[in-house]
């Protein structure tokens, strides 16, 4: 059985048979493993290829006592560089560059020759190293080299996990479509009931589709990826990167109460767990929550302190513009040095926010119309209507002065239509939320408060919240009171 596991090319654990495997391994008996070091290697493999971190190194440590110091052959080396690359994929799993890059080194200097699926796993683990170090050219070298090597010899996961780094590539370079077309390829290949680490394809076509502002859509994806996400448990950052993407989908919908709820929590895990990588998402949307709210004082910078983006966004809060173009003009050009060219976005568009604000027409204009000119080809909009009055108001200047070409002249009028013209037409002090909204439709078809819940995925009781609210801003009491009002104001 070992020598099947194990035969050359790829092992078998990595072709799909994971699980039974590590059903074999958990029947044998302690002492078959005590003098065999490659069994628990593999043993320690089977396990990271199921994402159950908690006993590997355990298992690699138990296995290099059993190897000589010396006089090692070579298939010695190649267990100890099999060791290395469990340690180079267990740190990808805690996002632990520098632990990544020594161990993958140690790796390639003595996994065999012929392991060609060993070294393939290992440019997937440079590849990632160098995203975290935010070298995305490097990742993007290593990522494609692994993608070769796997694709040749068959290697499953190895080739699905580069192209999720190739679709994370494409969505830091601001190629969304690219991207969406290589997370739906993806998922089309592996086939049903998708792998774990897909989960990351469906976060992925959530994040994209949120950037449309096709929020139906993002939900939907969303919903097939916590299930998968949840189940990589508390080691692994997964589930609490998908609960921050719904906190900020929940913003996008106009539901701050829940958005607020979603990431206190999560942020609690993050920190909990030393999630480095969510901690700083997790600030972001605080302090968006924060301002959605009308928070704008000591709170918000005191979070946003380790975020320059965040900060300057603050600041534009409190109407401190000259404070954000300071923060936001070294962090422009360390975008533009290094090729970050979806932060580059979010920084013009900040840049033009705080122009107009004092008043530098110009300069407001000319950073808006390099952000659209960035915008436009892949249809960015929650970039820009996200900053809410002030980008709409910034626009609409722009837009009447003709100061744009055709192309932008139009995305321009688009991003404008795009700013809840649900409720900026509706003749209410307090207009209905989005999602308030949608509720009221569904009211109107019929539905019960179950049966709303059912639909939206949500809870009874939060639907019933959202009921008091709208008869509440209606001025009524029964639900076809609310109907016949919501006719009379043109809201249905």
């Known amino acids: 059985a070992e020598y099947l596991i194990d035969a050359k090319g790829p092992s ?82 805690t996002h632990q560059a520098e632990t990544i890059i020594t161990q993958a080194h140690r790796a390639l200097a003595y996994l065999d020759p012929n392991n060609v699926g060993g070294r393939a796993s290992i440019s997937w683990n440079l590849g990632y190293a160098y995203l975290l170090q935010g070298d995305r050219a490097a990742a993007g070298r290593a990522y494609a080299e692994a993608q070769a090597k796997a694709v040749a010899i068959g290697h499953q996961i190895i080739a699905m996990m580069s192209t999720l780094g190739v679709g994370s590539i494409q969505e830091g370079d601001n190629q969304l479509q690219q991207a969406a077309q290589t997370y739906q390829h993806l998922l089309q290949a592996v086939g049903e009931p998708p792998p774990l680490p897909m989960c990351e394809a469906y976060l992925g076509l959530a994040r994209i589709h949120h950037e449309w502002n096709a929020l139906d859509a993002a939900q939907r994806y969303w919903e097939q990826n916590a299930p998968l996400a949840r189940q990589f448990g508390s080691r692994i950052d997964r589930s609490v990167m998908s609960d ?181 037409a509706q003749p209410l002090v307090d207009p209905l939320s989005d999602r308030e909204l949608e509720v009221l439709h569904l009211i109107a078809q019929g539905l019960s408060n179950r049966e709303i819940a059912t639909r939206l995925f949500l809870a009874i009781d939060t639907v019933k919240g959202h009921n008091r609210r709208i008869f509440d801003k209606l001025g009524v009491r029964r639900r076809t009171e609310a109907v016949a009002q919501a006719r009379e104001l043109g809201l249905l």
Do not use: C
Request: no cysteine; glycine share 6%; aromatic share 4%.
């Open 244 to 424: 921050l993407f719904l906190a900020r989908l929940k913003l996008a919908q106009g539901e701050v109460d829940e958005a607020a709820a979603i990431v206190a929590q999560a942020a609690q895990t993050a920190r909990q767990h030393r999630f480095e990588m969510q901690i700083g998402e997790a600030v972001a949307l605080q302090v968006a929550v924060l301002l959605r709210r009308g928070g704008k004082g000591e709170t918000a910078v005191s979070l946003a302190q380790n975020d320059p983006l965040t900060l300057a966004r603050v600041h534009l809060a409190q109407g401190n513009a000259a404070a954000a173009l300071n923060l936001l003009k070294p962090l422009r050009q360390e975008t533009e040095t290094k090729g970050w060219h979806d932060k580059r976005l979010k920084v013009l568009v900040l840049q033009a926010l705080a122009h107009e604000a004092l008043g530098e027409a110009d300069e407001a204009a000319h950073h808006l119309a390099t952000a659209l000119a960035l915008g436009e080809p892949q249809n960015f909009v929650r970039t820009f209507l996200d900053e809410g009055q002030p980008m709409a108001a910034l626009l609409t200047r722009i837009q009447q002065a003709a100061a744009l070409s055709e192309s932008l002249q139009q995305y321009a009028a688009t991003l404008l239509a795009a700013f809840t013209p649900q409720t900026a």
């Open 12 to 93: 078998l654990q990595f072709r799909g048979g994971a699980v039974p495997i590590l059903h074999w391994l958990r029947s044998l008996e302690t002492a078959v493993f005590q003098t065999r070091p490659s069994l628990l290697i593999t043993y320690a493999s089977t396990l990271l290829a199921v994402s159950q971190l908690a006993t590997i190194e355990e298992k690699v440590q138990a296995a290099e006592k059993m190897l000589p110091d010396t006089a090692q052959d070579v298939e010695t080396r190649d267990l100890i560089g099999r060791i290395a690359s469990i340690r180079a994929t267990v740190g990808v799993a």
